[in-house]
Structure formats: structure tokens, C-alpha cells
């Protein structure tokens, strides 16, 4: 392959979701150019066809020792929301807006009132608020007359995922970051990793981030080391709904029905421990439609637009992977986000970026040690 321009000292970073893009944006910011490789497409994975939601109050290990990582990432994309529109050119129609959270059942509650708490206690921009099913109604009249009593969140953001994912792949580029498009199968080791192997020839590296999403356990053979990052999947209905829509994201009865600025309403989503299957399938596609018409019976009237499926990288313990390979001097791992990968994008981006730059940083990335697992990781197969 050609020579590109990589000396020994440049950063590769191998994956260009969310995780890959956003480190080589918080190193082009830091000037350092890195060249990222991706097999299918900038975002073509679980990346693009997120919800797009940046809740970080609550989720796996929130409240808990994932909790003040989303928070900081929560800041960072408040922060950064400006200058990576900017500096790309790419809106990504980052918002914050409300949820209405009704509750089809009583054994719903429970969760409501958990959600009301950490809603109600959180940092001032968001707030709580009990309604009455017929207060819920009149706040949304496409709420099904069976709904019971709900909550109204307020303060999370959204986002488009696959757009910012390609904000930030823009921006990287306009300071100097290169994007190829190739698979890495596997590495040349020499002292530390000294490059990537592609189908056609080798690229060499000075530093290494892996940023692979639920194809991690790929470089465990590489690398000698546990990655125990499985994919999770999820589906999602696209639906184009005619006459009224939802003014704010409606959940209830396990299914959410969000408006999105595009106009389309988006259904889901799903969780399965399926392998590496990403076929969207017509028995979940039947499940989601059906429970989002229980919700909001006007979804019956709704065009399927596009169904889409795609992998969560999920760990054991549903934190993610960040930071130095253990007993690897230049290599980085950046993955295992779950659920929440495109609310810690910036805070897993700048931190590996800061780990390249500086030697450290001050983000709260400590229970994210890929240390903590043993040599031999455990692949999991149930929720978490
Ligand atoms: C239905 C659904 C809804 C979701 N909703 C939300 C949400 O509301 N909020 C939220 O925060 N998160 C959400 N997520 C989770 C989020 O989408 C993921 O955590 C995040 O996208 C993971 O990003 P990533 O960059 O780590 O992985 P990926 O997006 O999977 O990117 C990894 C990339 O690496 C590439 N790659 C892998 N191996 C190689 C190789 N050997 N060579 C070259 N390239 C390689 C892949 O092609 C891929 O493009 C959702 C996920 C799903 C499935």
C-alpha cells in the first residue's frame, strides 16, 4: 500500500464509530494528526443508528461508578456542541428537550419513581415532574387512553449520532487527521506495536488505539490480553407517522417513541444477545410496532421508513474499556461504551487523546481500567 503520511511516531487509531472519531478529534485539537481506519464506513455501525439520547443520570452503573464519566461527557457536549458544528460544517442537531415517561402497568412505577428521583436531585438543568394520567394526556393527546400515571423528565439531550460521528470525523480532517478505509487483521510487533497489517501491505504506528466497538476480542489474539467487549443488539423502527406527532419523547410499556427533527418518529429499541447478527428481524420489527401502538395508537398510522439493527459493545461489568493496554507501552484501548457510547464519546475521546498527548488526564476514567480484567476474559451472554 502506499506510504500515506505515517512516520513511526503517528497515532493510528483502528475504528471510526463514535469512539475513533472523536479521539482523533480531541487529538487534532491537541495537534496531533492521526490517521484512523475503518473497514466499513465512518459510523456504518452501531455509531449511526443510535437514539441519540445523552442521558447521564441514569443507565448502567449511573448512579455508580460510571456516573461522574457521564456527567463530564454530558459537559463536554454541551461544551463542544458549537465548535465541532463549526468547525465541520456538520449540524448535528444537538438539543435538549423532555421526556414524557408513562407508566402502562404497575409494575412501570417503580421505575418512574426512580427516574423522578435522580431527575429531581440531579444538577439544575434537569427537572421532575409527577402527572396525572390525564395531565400526561393533555400534555400529549397521541398518549393511549390506557396509560396510567407518568413522569415528565426535563434536561436531556439528544443528538443525531451518525452526524455527529461525521462532525467529528470533518472537523478531525480540517486539522490534519486522515481517514482511510480498510480492515486491520492484525499487527507488527517489534519491542511495542510497530504497525497495522491491511489486506494490502502494512501501516506503520507509533501509538495504537484500538476503538472497535464490539469487535474488540478481534485484537485479544493480537495483543495477549482480555478484551471482553460483546455485542448487544438493538433495533430500531424509523417511521414516518402523517397528521399530528409527539411534541417530546413519549416512553412506556418498554418501548420509546421519539420525534426527531428530520420529521420522522423513531420506535424502539431492543436488547439480545445474538452474536454478531445485525439482520433487522420481523418478529422484533412486530413486537416494537405493537407496544409503540399500545402507547401511542396513532402509530398505527404510521410508514415503516427503515428498520435498522445494530451492535452495543458491552463488558462484564457494563463499563467501559479506556486507557493504556496493560503491558503495552504505545497501545490504547477506547471501547465497551454499551448503551451509553454516544454520551461518552467526548469523555472516552479526550481522554485517550490527553493519554497521548500528555501522559494523563484529568477525566474520571478510573473504574474504565482495561487492566481489571484477567488474561482470560469471560465472554458473557446474559443482561446486565
Ligand atoms: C439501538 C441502539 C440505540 C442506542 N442508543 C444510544 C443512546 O441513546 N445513547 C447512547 O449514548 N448510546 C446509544 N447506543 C450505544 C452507542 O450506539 C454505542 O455505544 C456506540 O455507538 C459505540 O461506538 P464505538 O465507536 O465504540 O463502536 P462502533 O460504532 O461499533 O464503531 C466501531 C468501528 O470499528 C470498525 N472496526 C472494527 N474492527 C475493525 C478492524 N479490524 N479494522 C477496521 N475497522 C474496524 C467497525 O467497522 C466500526 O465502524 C445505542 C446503540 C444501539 C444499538
Not at 40 to 49: K, L, P, T, V
Not at 245 to 266: A, I, N, R
Request: glycine share 14%.
Amino acid at each position: 500500500m502506499a506510504e500515506g503520511n505515517t512516520s513511526g511516531n503517528d497515532v493510528v487509531i483502528v475504528g471510526g464509530g463514535v469512539a475513533g472519531c472523536a479521539t482523533a478529534y480531541f487529538l487534532s485539537l491537541a495537534g496531533i494528526k492521526a490517521t484512523v481506519i475503518e473497514r466499513e464506513g465512518i459510523g456504518s455501525q452501531a455509531s449511526g443508528f443510535s437514539s441519540g439520547g445523552l442521558n447521564p443520570l441514569e443507565g448502567a452503573q449511573i448512579p455508580g461508578p460510571l456516573a461522574p464519566l457521564a456527567m463530564a461527557s454530558y459537559d463536554l457536549h454541551r461544551e463542544m456542541a458549537g465548535a465541532v458544528v463549526e468547525a465541520s460544517g456538520v449540524d448535528y442537531e444537538y438539543r435538549v428537550g423532555s421526556l414524557i415517561h408513562a407508566a402502562m402497568d404497575d409494575g412501570e412505577m417503580e421505575a418512574l419513581r426512580a427516574s423522578y428521583e435522580l431527575f429531581e436531585t440531579g444538577p439544575r438543568e434537569f427537572t421532575a415532574e409527577w402527572l396525572t394520567a390525564e395531565e400526561a394526556r393533555a400534555a400529549e393527546p397521541l398518549f393511549s387512553p390506557e396509560i396510567g400515571r407518568a413522569v415528565r423528565l426535563t434536561g436531556n439531550a439528544a443528538l443525531d449520532s451518525f452526524k455527529l460521528t461525521q462532525a467529528l470525523k470533518r472537523a478531525a480532517e480540517r486539522q490534519g487527521a486522515i481517514f482511510r478505509k480498510g480492515a486491520v487483521n492484525g499487527l507488527e510487533i517489534g519491542g511495542g506495536v510497530t504497525g497495522v497489517i491491511l489486506a494490502d501491505g502494512k501501516l506503520p504506528c507509533g501509538t495504537l488505539v484500538m476503538a472497535t466497538g464490539p469487535w474488540a476480542r478481534e485484537a485479544e489474539t493480537w495483543l495477549d490480553i482480555s478484551i471482553p467487549v460483546d455485542p448487544l443488539k438493538g433495533e430500531t423502527l424509523r417511521l414516518d407517522m402523517p397528521g399530528v406527532q409527539p411534541q417530546q419523547d413519549l416512553s412506556g410499556g418498554g418501548v420509546s417513541v421519539t420525534p426527531k427533527p428530520s420529521g420522522q418518529v423513531w420506535c424502539g429499541t431492543t436488547e439480545e444477545w445474538k452474536g454478531f447478527d445485525r439482520q433487522p428481524s420481523e418478529t422484533v420489527r412486530q413486537t416494537i410496532f405493537e407496544k409503540a401502538v399500545r402507547l401511542a395508537p396513532n402509530v398505527e398510522k404510521a410508514w415503516l421508513v427503515q428498520h435498522t439493527a445494530c451492535l452495543r459493545p458491552v463488558t462484564p461489568d457494563w463499563l467501559p474499556i479506556v486507557g493504556n493496554a496493560p503491558g503495552w507501552d504505545n497501545v490504547l484501548l477506547a471501547t465497551g461504551a454499551g448503551k451509553k457510547g454516544v454520551l461518552l464519546a467526548p469523555g472516552i475521546g479526550k481522554a485517550t487523546a490527553d493519554l497521548i498527548s500528555e501522559g494523563q488526564t484529568t477525566l474520571p476514567i478510573e473504574a474504565c481500567d482495561p487492566g481489571r480484567f484477567a488474561p482470560a476474559g469471560r465472554r458473557i451472554g446474559q443482561g446486565g
